[in-house]
Each structure stands twice: as structure tokens, then as C-alpha cells.
């Protein structure tokens, strides 16, 4: 199988997280909320939205987004949607001027990055995310495309940190089997998860060698959505795109 052509100089991978500053939703929404399947006012969301184009100099039907259902699957793009990608996690592309986008307020937006071969990924991996295989399962799309594991940078944006993420012990225990790093204690001793440690030790696994945490945690940090602390709320985005 014949590998995809490095990207060109200018086209390198970029990444940004957004946060809950600087849009036009009101409570609980306020202000910068990018999902439109919270129940914000959907011209409120079209104009966050419309503000992110603006921002990366791209038109908005370049912004790829997904209909996330926690679960694996994966789709490859090469140019613009009609709406968002149907029961998808995980998007990929090695088209240049895409702006893959994945939606979070607690789970892990996984960035991911080959620059020689010029292919790069969004994720949305949260507790059944992982535990269901996504990241494995997108690390494949990506070779699909060309791109090789020992080349593959990783940002892990911000997310529940494991002091605040308690969950019951069966529950832990079955993520554990799957990445036991995962497996934490919470602040107040009980059985918790740090999805971020899990995701780093099984990406090293498969042979990524730099993944880069962003140590920010959702509940804790107010400028960031967090669905856990607070139920009804919007969405920041992890974004990644070759420019």
C-alpha cells in the first residue's frame, strides 16, 4: 500500500481548545458554546460558530463537526459536509484547510497530529470511548492515510481530572482492563478515573512518543463546561486542522 505524500511546509498541523469566553449565549449557555444539541438558541450557536471561522480564517462549511455518541467509530473526510458526520467520535483527514472538531464538557478531546505524512485527527474519548476502542480504531484510520505511529504527536485537552471524577468500583474496574492507569482515587478516597492518564499510557503503547496534557480539569476551572458540575451547559471544542 502506497503511503499519502507529506504535507506541504505550509500545511502544518494545528491545535486549538476553546473555552466558554468571548460568545453570544446567554445562561446557561454563556458564552462561547459550540454545541448545538444543548438546547442553546441555535442563532446563538451558529454565531459562536461562525466566530471560530472568522478566528481561523477558514470559511464555516470547513469546520467538520461530528454527532457524538460515545462510542468507536470513525470517519475519514476529504473536503467539506453536508452537517454533522452521523453517530461519529472520531474524524481524520489529511486534506489541508479542514477543521476537524470534536465537542466536550467533561470527556477528553484527543488532538492528533502526524506532520510528515500531513494527517490529522479529532476524538471525542470519553469513559465508553475508550473502553470501546476509539483511540485504537482512529490511530488506524490515520495509517490508512499514511500516517506512522513514531511520527504521531497527541494533545489531551482539558477534561475531569481523576480528583474529581468518582465512579463505582465495578465501573472502575472495568475501564482498568482496558487502560489500568486510568484506575485513581478520588479527592475524597473513593474509586475515580483519570481518563487523561489512561489515554497517555495507551497511546504510548501503541508507540506515539509525544503526548501532551493539557492539565486543566472542566468541574474545577470555571471558564471551562463542565456537564458534571453543572447538568445543563454548552460545549468547548478541540480543534485540529492542517494550515
Do not use: K
Not at 449565549?25 to 451558529?46: E, I, K, R
Not at 453536508?82 to 464538557?105: F, I, K, N, R, Y
Not at 484527543?110 to 490529522?120: C, H
Amino acid at each position: 500500500m502506497s503511503s499519502s505524500p507529506a504535507a506541504p511546509p505550509s500545511a502544518r498541523p494545528r491545535r486549538v481548545v476553546t473555552d466558554r469566553r468571548g460568545g453570544r449565549s446567554a445562561s446557561p449557555y454563556d458564552s462561547f458554546n459550540l454545541g448545538d444539541h444543548v438546547g442553546d438558541d441555535p442563532a446563538d450557536v451558529a454565531a459562536n460558530r461562525g466566530r471560530v471561522a472568522r478566528e481561523l480564517g477558514v470559511p464555516a462549511d470547513r469546520l467538520v463537526w461530528m454527532s457524538q455518541v460515545h462510542g468507536p467509530g470513525v470517519v475519514v473526510v476529504d473536503g467539506p459536509q453536508d452537517g454533522p458526520l452521523p453517530e461519529t467520535d472520531a474524524v481524520v483527514t489529511s486534506t489541508p484547510g479542514l477543521v476537524l472538531c470534536v465537542l466536550v464538557a467533561d470527556c477528553v478531546p484527543v488532538l492528533l497530529a502526524d506532520p510528515v505524512a500531513g494527517v490529522v485527527a479529532a476524538v471525542h474519548a470519553g469513559r465508553e470511548g475508550v473502553r470501546r476502542g476509539v483511540v485504537p480504531a482512529t490511530l488506524s484510520a490515520m495509517a490508512s492515510l499514511g500516517a506512522r505511529a513514531r511520527n504521531v504527536s497527541a494533545l489531551l485537552g482539558p477534561a475531569v481530572c481523576g480528583a474529581c471524577y468518582e465512579v463505582p468500583e465495578p465501573m472502575q474496574a472495568e475501564l482498568a482492563r482496558v487502560v489500568p492507569a486510568a484506575a485513581v482515587a478520588t479527592r475524597r478516597g473513593t474509586p475515580g478515573l483519570d481518563l487523561r492518564a489512561g489515554l497517555a499510557e495507551l497511546l504510548t503503547r501503541a508507540g506515539i512518543p509525544e503526548v501532551v496534557q493539557d492539565p486543566r480539569c472542566t468541574v474545577e476551572d470555571p471558564h471551562l463546561f463542565s456537564h458534571r458540575r453543572d447538568g445543563v451547559t454548552g460545549r468547548q471544542a478541540g480543534l485540529v486542522w492542517l494550515g
